[in-house]
């Protein structure tokens, strides 16, 4: 009895582990099946069960030796001074030797025995039957080959016996001997012994599975003394997935665990700090913008309420000074729109964006928009179905409108379309939709991702345009703040089409 | 042409915002502070008061209150979105309109002359004196007066309140009365209306909590009763 080479502490509990790692929702209780706990507690069991039972195998075979040894040695001995005493009268005959062989059977050590007889074709016996059936021809080869006899040990049937040849010998010198022809043979029973090993097959198995349960302890312990850091690892990881940076796991003792959660630790210092840092960095550069253009409002407060004085005047100046101040007036204006979209685009960054919602006729509102900019030629068209009603910033929703139209026109191509309309979403409530579509040529592929990028300059040649180069940025940020989503692509016909869509929030009439 | 007093303490948009106005044929006096503009006040006698907001010691909000208590001058203020103050305060405490920094002159003085525009309210076959519930309200002089006393209106309240009681129970979007009310072309800030219509409240209802003439329709605007 040795260990069983396929229950071997190789990576057979592990294996279907890592089929569930892939394996969906169902199969993750089996994975935990096969946990930790689990393997810890295996492992301790197999070593439990290599020792005890090595050492029960061990005892018990050292024990069965001695044991049947000493039955043997004695039966062996015994039997061979019982021949060398008995005298046999040559040639053998019958009648006298079965009397000679009861006399011998008699005279058994440590327990009685059977025997028999053989001399050429001669058959006798202490029993009934002339013949043993539990001789084999290897002990009667044995028996003729060595003349200090030779035993057997067999099992016939279930019951085990032993069986011992002894020729008889002539004496032909000191050393010296001559076998007769005669052989004898004893056959014992062997049962008490057998019963003997089978007791010492019982006590061993008998105390080896005490063990076996005693082992289950040190191997509960030692899992949950490696589990309770790994569930709070596994805590702690989760925390810091979910954005709280100043989680810490309690580093007890001095072992490999503790060393673990004290990298944990210092990583996830060492990440918050870097965190704080590039927040600080980024808050920093946005209140640097933040400030920049508050700092540059006042003066242009004060510049552009006299851009006009300087305009009405430059009509009485000589051509080149009337060209220098009607450039001052226009820049000055321009650099008004951006200092503002600059102030915008800092309130959305710093979250101080407000949005005063109000509920809209959006077809009215849309219509409004395009009538204060004097769009209301042929160069826009409308599809504005009546009745649409939604709860929006009116004063965002216009610029949202205005400046897709105004894009639209300056960068697309006339006439440019703007569509109304609702439709119903699977999940969540149902959206406005406006699209705001050009005739001119597109947008080029490369440009479409960054189309809302701010400053982002659709032709490298190109230089500044009218707009402040945050215009849509700004828009994709206005309609961010309604919990809508703005798109940019193409026709299949040619021209540019943005899509906006907002939610629209069921609002109880009246009240 | 209106004779206007400017409040405000940087020199360059000072400067600029006199000078262009008075270009336009204003009459303008200037004060760098809230002190200085409150004593030029009684001697000046302007007909609007341009406030700025953000003012060194006394400010903007505080000038508008002071003015408030003894005055129902019209008043614009002056403001920077994103500045530290909040426009609702400001209105709150009793401003009529106000403009974002930086403006051109144009911009200006066309929210002066909307301030100051008065509302022809008595319009053919209407009687020019109503009654209302305990309010009774004069069109063609431009007076409120509730269970026979006076009230001291604003000039953007008396105007709300002609327009509303115009059309006893018929809806206005916060949108219709920005246009009507304020001549805001452009889409407006509607919390203009909202604080506007919190002051007159305070003047006129019985409870400002329970309003029973300048009601609520929430989603919708606000209407004059049913009383």
Not at chain 2, 200 to 221: M, N
Request: hydrophobic share 40%.
């Amino acid at each position: 009895m040795t260990t069983d080479p396929g229950a071997g502490p190789g990576p057979r509990p592990g294996r279907p582990r890592r089929g569930a790692r892939t394996a969906p929702g169902g199969e993750r209780s089996r994975a935990r099946a096969f946990g930790l706990r689990t393997r810890l507690l295996l492992a301790f069991l197999l070593v439990a069960v290599v020792s005890a039972g090595t050492t029960a195998a061990l005892t018990y075979r050292e024990a069965r030796t001695a044991l049947l040894k000493t039955a043997q040695d004695t039966a062996v001995s015994s039997f061979r001074d019982h021949v060398q005493q008995t005298g046999f009268g040559l040639p053998v005959r019958k009648e006298g030797l079965e009397e000679v062989l009861r006399d011998l059977a008699r005279k058994g050590k440590p327990r009685p025995w059977v025997v028999f007889a053989e001399y050429g074709s001669l058959r006798a016996s202490s029993g009934e039957n002339p013949v043993s059936t539990v001789i084999t021809p290897e002990l009667r080869r044995a028996a003729r080959a060595n003349p200090r006899g030779h035993f057997e040990r067999v099992v016939k049937d279930g019951v085990p016996y032993l069986t011992i040849a002894m020729p008889t010998v002539f004496k032909t010198g000191p050393d010296d001997v001559l076998p007769t022809g005669l052989v004898l043979y004893a056959v014992m029973r062997m049962t008490d012994e057998q019963v003997n090993v089978d007791a010492l097959l019982i006590a061993a198995r008998d105390g080896a599975l005490p063990g076996l349960a005693v082992a289950l302890i040190p191997g509960l312990i030692a899992a949950r003394s490696v589990l309770r850091p790994v569930r709070q690892l596994h805590r702690a990881t989760r925390s810091l997935g979910s954005g709280r940076l100043d989680t810490r796991i309690p580093v007890r003792g001095s072992d490999e665990l503790a060393d673990l959660a004290r990298t944990f630790n210092e990583s996830t210092g060492q990440l918050e700090r870097s965190v704080r840092e590039l927040r600080e960095a980024e808050e920093r550069a946005r209140r640097f913008a933040s400030d920049v253009s508050h700092e540059l409002r006042t003066p242009l407060a004060g510049m552009l309420a006299v851009t006009e004085v300087l305009e009405e005047d430059a009509d009485g100046l000589d051509a080149d000074t009337a060209r220098a101040v009607r450039l001052v007036s226009a820049e000055t204006g321009k650099l008004a729109v951006l200092v503002e979209d600059l102030m915008e685009i800092s309130r959305f960054d710093a979250r101080a964006a407000e949005l005063n919602a109000d509920e809209v006729d959006v077809a009215e509102a849309i219509r409004k928009t395009l009538h204060n900019r004097h769009w209301t030629d042929d160069r826009v068209r409308t599809e504005l179905p009546d009745g649409i009603r939604a709860r929006l910033d009116p004063r965002r929703f216009d610029l949202v409108i205005a400046n897709l139209v105004g894009n639209a026109l300056k960068h697309g191509g006339a006439p440019v379309t703007v569509r109304l309309r609702t439709a119903a979403r699977s999940a969540g409530p149902p959206v406005l939709i406006t699209e705001v579509a050009d005739s001119g040529p597109g947008i080029r592929p490369a440009v479409l991702p960054h189309i809302f990028d701010r400053f982002y300059k659709a032709d490298a040649a190109r230089t500044r345009s009218a707009g402040s180069g945050l215009g849509l940025a700004i828009t994709l940020e206005n309609v961010k703040l309604h919990g809508g989503t703005i798109s940019a692509g193409n026709l299949p016909g040619g021209g540019a089409v943005f899509t906006v869509e907002i939610p629209l929030h069921a609002e109880e009439a009246g009240g | 042409m209106p004779r206007v007093l400017l409040i405000e303490d940087d020199p360059s948009v000072r400067e600029g915002v006199e000078l262009g106005l008075r270009r336009r044929g204003h009459e303008v006096r200037a004060a760098a502070t809230g002190e200085a503009g409150l004593a030029a006040l009684a001697e000046f006698r302007p007909d609007l008061l341009l406030l700025d907001l953000m003012l060194p010691g006394m400010n903007g909000v505080q000038v508008c209150r002071r003015v408030r208590e003894r005055s129902q001058l019209p008043i614009i203020m002056l403001t920077a979105r994103g500045d530290d103050f909040d426009v609702v305060i400001g209105l709150e405490a009793g401003a009529d309109d106000y403009i974002v920094k930086p403006a051109r002159t144009e911009v200006i003085e066309a929210r002066i002359r909307a301030v100051l525009r008065r509302l022809d309210g008595s319009g053919p076959g209407r009687p020019a004196v109503e009654v209302h519930g305990d309010l009774t309200i004069d069109r063609s002089a431009l007076t409120v007066a509730k269970g026979g006393r006076p009230l001291a209106l604003a000039p953007s309240e008396i105007k709300l309140l002609l327009h509303l009681s115009a059309a006893p129970e018929q809806v206005f979007s916060r949108q219709q009365l920005l246009e009507h009310v304020w001549e805001h072309n452009f889409h407006a800030d509607a919390r203009l209306v909202d604080a506007c219509v919190a002051r007159l409240r305070g003047k006129i209802e019985d409870e400002a909590g329970s309003p029973r003439y300048v009601q609520t329709l929430r989603g919708f605007g606000y209407r004059f009763g049913p009383l």
